[in-house]
Each structure stands twice: as C-alpha cells, then as structure tokens.
C-alpha cells in the first residue's frame, strides 16, 4: 500500500489561487492512477480531478472544471493540484487517493489515501 501525505493548504480569500502537493511514500506512483477529492463540512466527499500514470490523461468534476489543474511529476514521487480562482464553496478538507484503474472515481479500488489538508476560501 502507498502511504500519502497531502499539503500546501491554508486560508485564502475568493479569487486568489493555491496548489496542492500529494507526497507518495512506499511505492512508485508512477504505475498508479492519481485521484484528488474534497469534504466540505457536514458533506459528503466527492470527486475533484484524476491523472492516468503516465500524466497524459485527466478529468475534473464539473465544479472545478476550468479553475484546477492536476499534475504529477512521478520522479518526486508526487502529485498536484492546481487551484485557480477560488470560491467560498471550494472549502474544504482535500484528499489524494491512488489506485491501480484510471477510471470512474466510484468504481476504482484504491489502495492508499492521504490523510487530507484543510483548504479555506473566504469571501
């Protein structure tokens, strides 16, 4: 199993921008799918964005589809998220998972998760 340290959250006021460092530990990631996703207080997690191993493929739920970015640099052994323009609503707890399928973020079997990072966005 991948151990995984999420970090770089903090406060930070509407429109500003902010990234996420994913820091993997105990395995290569670079044979593994990369998911982000986030918990806001009282919610249910949810799916934020993906990256297929080799970094080529990536998708983004619709709510932060054009604002985030997702990268990974699999010599670091670590992964990115890339915030732009950020709302009160994207506040948040951020996680990062992996997992062996680059797939539907519901259906894929993961095997190591982070033990997230608190991101809050004032108004």
């Known amino acids: 199993q991948v151990q995984l340290v999420e970090s770089g959250g903090g406060l930070v006021q509407a429109g500003d921008s902010l990234s996420l460092s994913c820091a993997a530990a105990?395995?290569?990631?670079?044979?593994?799918?990369m998911y982000w996703f986030r918990q806001a207080q009282g919610q249910e997690r949810e799916f934020v964005a993906r990256?297929?191993?080799?970094?080529?493929?990536?998708s983004f739920a619709d709510s932060v589809k054009g604002r985030f970015t997702i990268s990974r640099d699999n010599a670091k052994n670590t992964v990115y998220l890339h915030m732009n323009s950020l709302k009160p609503e994207d506040t948040a707890v951020y996680f990062c998972a992996a997992a062996e399928q680059f797939g539907d973020s519901q259906d894929v079997v993961y095997n190591g998760w982070g033990q997230g990072t608190q991101v809050t966005v004032s108004s």
């Open positions: 990256v297929s191993r080799d970094g080529i493929s990536a």
């Open positions: 105990g395995r290569t990631i670079s044979s593994l799918a």
